[in-house]
C-alpha cells in the first residue's frame, strides 16, 4: 500500500496550490480519501473528505469556499485545490484512505504560506 502526496511548496499570502495523492496497492475506488494536515506545536487536524464515489465532500469550517477537494478513480488519484491561501493554512498536508477497519497515510508534503 502506497500513498504519495506532492505539490507543496512555499507560496505567497492569496496564492494557490493543488496537492495530488497517488494511491497504489488497494482498491481505490472503495475507499474514502481525506486530506488532514498539522501544523508545528498543534494536532493534526482533518480538512476535506470525499467519498468513494466522489459523490460527497465535507470540509472543516476554515477552508469552506477555498478549497476544493476531488478524486480521479481511473487514476487512483485524489486532488485538493488550495484557493486564496492564508498563512495559517501553514502544515504539513497528509492524504488518508479508509474503509472499515483499513486506515492508510502518505508521508506527507509540507505546505508554506508567506510573504
Known amino acids: 500500500v502506497q500513498l504519495v502526496e506532492s505539490g507543496g511548496g512555499l507560496v505567497q499570502p492569496g496564492g494557490s496550490l493543488r496537492l495530488s495523492c497517488a494511491a497504489s496497492?488497494?482498491?481505490?475506488?472503495?475507499?474514502?480519501m481525506s486530506w488532514y494536515r498539522q501544523a508545528p506545536g498543534k494536532e493534526r487536524e482533518l480538512v476535506a473528505v470525499?467519498?468513494?464515489?466522489?459523490?460527497?465532500?465535507n470540509y472543516r469550517d476554515s477552508v469552506k469556499g477555498r478549497f476544493t477537494i476531488s478524486r480521479d478513480n481511473a487514476k487512483n488519484t485524489v486532488y485538493l485545490q488550495m484557493n486564496s491561501l492564508k498563512p495559517e493554512d501553514t502544515g504539513v498536508y497528509y492524504c488518508?484512505?479508509?474503509?472499515?477497519?483499513?486506515?492508510?497515510w502518505g508521508q506527507g508534503t509540507q505546505v508554506t504560506v508567506s510573504s
Open positions: 488518508d484512505a479508509r474503509r472499515g477497519g483499513h486506515d492508510y
Open positions: 470525499i467519498t468513494s464515489g466522489g459523490g460527497i465532500t
Open positions: 496497492g488497494f482498491t481505490f475506488t472503495s475507499y474514502t
